[in-house]
């Protein structure tokens, strides 16, 4: 990591600083496991079609003993609207039994934990990580990455290579704060596609 791309990247913390000076938790929860679930619902699901649907399911089920007891016609027929229903449905009761049967019906403090349980890959548990128990994690999804790539931070395939990367450029007191504040900059400014360099507040100045 060169100086020169650790000055850039605090030159764009103070931007965003500026844009999202408090970015919330976009996922509406009451605990680290209604958090689990939320962003398990999220895959290629938007943040507000998850929040319209999570108060009926957590109503129902906020607890993983709650939770195994709905029938999987139930929880798919909840779940319809975010996709993916029947294979969500599935990964929601088979992670809330091995929390029963393993983990006292509560959520991992561990990512490596979080990480084997059913439907939960590297990002979702480093989200829960971050966003339940405050421990730096830098999760990054397709918007990070692109920004990341854009903003020449990271040139970087995967996620897993960005994350890398940008762990090394921003401190790790700022990472829960950082990552969500480039999520809500990409979602308003930097679109994947159609994008103007001159008027950008980040791009310009590169
Ligand atoms: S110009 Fe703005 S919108 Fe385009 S890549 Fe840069 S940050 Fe994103």
């Given amino acids: 990591m060169t100086p020169r ?4 990247a605090s030159e764009i913390k103070a931007i965003l600083d500026t844009y999202f ?3 919330e938790i976009p996922l509406l929860h009451t605990s ?5 679930i939320a962003v398990l619902l999220s895959a290629q699901a938007t943040d507000k079609k998850v929040n319209q649907t999570t108060p009926t399911l957590f109503a129902l089920a906020d607890t993983p003993e709650k939770m195994v007891k709905i029938p999987v016609s139930k ?6 609207p975010v996709g993916l229903f029947r294979t969500k449905a599935k990964a929601i009761l088979g992670l809330s039994q091995r929390l029963l049967d393993d983990f006292s019906g509560e959520v991992p403090e561990d990512l490596a ?41 990271s040139s970087g395939k995967t996620p897993e290579q ?3 990367d940008l762990k090394k450029l921003f401190p790790v007191s700022s ?12 979602r308003a400014y930097c679109p994947a596609l159609r994008h103007n360099r001159a008027a950008c507040p980040i791009c310009s100045k590169l």
């Fill in 75 to 80: 929880l798919e027929e909840i779940l319809r």
């Fill in 175 to 186: 990472w829960l704060k950082v990552h969500l504040q480039i999520i809500y900059f990409a």
């Fill in 162 to 164: 960005v994350e890398h």
């Fill in 5 to 8: 791309k650790k000055a850039w």
């Fill in 113 to 153: 934990l979080l990480e084997t349980l059913p439907g939960v890959g590297h990002k979702t548990a480093s989200v829960v990580m971050a966003q339940a128990f405050q421990v730096p994690t830098f999760p990054v999804d397709t918007h990070i990455k692109r920004c990341a790539n854009r903003w020449e931070l």
């Fill in 21 to 23: 000076p408090n970015p």
């Fill in 32 to 36: 680290p496991y209604t958090l689990l």
